[in-house]
């Protein structure tokens, strides 16, 4: 006596496609993964701001500077501090020294920043 098996009992066949559950696993990683580069993406967008503001004070900087240290030592030491606002970039600078040389410091408050960054130089009396 012969018997005949079913070619389906017995063997499984391997399943095809995705699961819902596979799914679901992938869009939440995926989920996480997109909100990470939000985040760093926002990070980044503040740190370049910061840098362009720094760089504008750096300019502004370097302007007051150069035209402060064309004055003769006469005129920068009886000038002794002063203020100014360039392009909304408060800047407050001080003169001191005597004899040989009279350092500038030059203190730039930029709005919507919660530090002033500040700016000095040597200039030689001759």
Known sequence: MTTHRSPRRGKRR???GTSLVEILIAAVMLTVAV???LGASSSVTEQMGAGRRQMV???IAQR???SLQSLPC???SAAGS???TTNGIREQWTVTGSGATRTI?????VP??????QYSTVVPCV
């Not at 919507?112 to 960054?117: G, H, S």
């Open 14 to 16: 391997p399943r095809r």
């Open 35 to 37: 909100l990470g580069l």
């Open 57 to 59: 004070a750096a300019s």
């Open 64 to 66: 007051r500077l150069d």
């Open 74 to 76: 006469t005129v920068l």
């Open 82 to 84: 002063g203020t100014g």
């Open 105 to 109: 410091v030059l203190s730039l408050t």
């Open 112 to 117: 919507r920043v919660n530090r002033a960054y």
